[in-house]
């Protein structure tokens, strides 16, 4: 069929056009997913002469559906547009079209779209915080694309700016990389840029009014002391540490107590020991049971890096407390805690430090508290091995089979098919074996059951 003009060759073209200004959205809609059965239509050197120069001349936007006339080839410009969608097609649709292309005509066409400099000083400066937030979250990625020179002249101002941001997201989304970015500065002129540009700022957000910026900052900022070293460590970067020690938010004191390891390399964990204990105590007496969870996961490290004798004078009441806490989460981790505590300070420590007062808990007049001592003497077993286990633990493991409450007669039970694999086999006959058949008669269901599972797993039958 011929065009109005009666030359066939401007026909697809000619109605292209007039379905993209026509006023029915799909069908202009339905026009955009027609270019490339067009372009097959037309071949390589019609789409090139006369397809891509119309398409040059306008922008297809998805959102808007309109034209706007724009004097940047159709990708690039669209590669520009505010609407994060399109943005994406077109970078997407850059990559794909790169690879088709030989290295010459890359560095002629696209060369100039890795000039990203004033796209990102503009971004970096957007008026909508989204953008900027966007900017800040990659901007690691950003650093590295760059090269060390242009992270000097432009990258650093740039972050300054965004960890000054007045919104809060795009600081606490640049207050996350701090430590990445200076990691991936320049080794020559690191240490300058930090104390110089990024530090004062950092100081800044360790007051910051919003407590998702300073959470952010707790996460990173222990990190940056091994790449300061020790004398700038204790002079600049100790005060912040003590300051977010006793921030009023847990999360941030968290944080800090989470990446204890990177300072202790540097200067050695006993100069927050002070500040240190008591915001361990506050978080471990928090009100928020999760808050409470959180701290005694990070206890072996602390207890590591801290020493058996600051430990034992310090934080052993704080471990055993949790054990008789109301939240069956919260006792169910210190006893995992306990494990761990052993693995770290050996048996030998345990058996005069922590069994003790864990067999005491047997006495207890709260049953939750006298499971709790089996509990223990479940996870203890094995880390303290047999010696300890026999002669210690196995004695009050029997003499709670005669407990009043069913519950705590069936995890007997249990417990003694626990360490009995760690037990001789003299004390699985003469003391294990009578007492797991005594249970096998109580008129409880659930003990009988227990029992006799634990006959059969021990094959005392």
């Keep these: 069929m011929a065009g109005a003009d009666g030359d066939d060759s401007l026909y697809p073209i000619a109605v292209l056009i007039d379905e993209l200004r026509n006023e029915d959205v799909q069908l202009r809609l339905n026009s955009i997913k027609k270019l490339s059965t067009i372009a097959l239509a037309l071949g390589v050197e019609r789409t090139r002469t006369e397809l ?44 794909k079209i790169s690879q088709e292309h030989s290295p010459v005509d890359l560095e002629v066409h696209f060369e100039p779209l890795t000039l990203v400099m004033p796209t990102l000083r503009q971004a970096a400066e957007d008026k909508s915080w989204r953008v900027r937030y966007m900017v800040a979250d990659k901007f690691s990625e950003l650093q590295k694309a760059v090269g060390p020179e242009i992270t000097k002249n432009d990258l650093v101002p740039a972050f300054q ?47 910051d009014t919003n407590q998702h910026v300073k959470s952010a900052l707790a996460s990173v900022i222990m990190g940056l002391s091994t790449i300061l070293g020790k004398d700038n460590t204790v002079e600049h970067l100790l005060p912040l540490f003590l300051a977010q020690l006793k921030d009023e938010c847990p999360e941030v004191r968290l944080n800090i107590i989470s990446n204890l390891d990177c300072v202790n390399e540097v200067i050695g964990i006993r100069q927050l020991s002070q500040s240190l204990l008591p915001a361990i105590v506050e978080l471990a007496e928090d009100a928020k049971w999760r808050v ?166 021990l094959a005392l039958a």
């Excluded at 004097?71 to 609407?83: G, M, N, R």
């Design 292 to 457: 409470r969870l959180a701290i005694i996961e990070y206890m072996p490290l602390l207890a590591g890096q801290l020493g058996v004798e600051f430990f034992d004078e310090k934080l052993n009441t704080l471990c055993m407390a949790w054990l008789i806490d109301h939240v069956y989460a919260i006792r169910e981790a210190a006893t995992c805690n306990l494990m761990k505590l052993v693995e770290k300070f050996g048996a030998e420590w345990a058996q005069n430090t922590i069994v003790p007062k864990v067999l005491g808990m047997a006495n207890d007049p709260n049953y939750l508290h006298r499971m709790t001592t089996l509990f223990c003497i479940n996870a203890l077993s094995e880390v303290c091995g047999q010696d300890i286990t026999t002669k210690q633990m196995l004695p009050v493991v029997l003499k709670m089979s005669n407990d009043q409450v069913a519950n705590v007669r069936f995890n007997v039970a249990k417990s003694l098919q626990k360490i009995g694999p760690v037990l001789d086999s003299n004390a699985l006959q003469t003391e294990v074996k009578p007492v797991l058949e005594k249970l096998d008669t109580d008129t409880d269901m659930d003990v009988k059951y227990f029992a006799q599972e634990a006959i059969s797993v």
């Design 52 to 95: 891509l120069p119309f398409l040059t001349g306008i922008q297809l936007r998805y959102i808007h559906m309109s034209l706007c006339l724009s004097p940047q080839p159709p990708l690039e410009s669209l590669a520009t547009v505010e609407e994060t969608v399109v943005r994406d097609k077109a970078v997407e649709s850059l990559r």
């Design 161 to 207: 700016n965004l960890l000054k941001d007045c919104e809060a997201e795009v600081r606490a989304a640049a207050a996350n990389k701090v430590k990445e970015f200076c990691e991936n500065l320049p080794e020559d002129s690191r240490e300058t840029i930090i104390m110089t540009h990024i530090l004062p700022c950092v100081k800044e957000l360790v007051s």
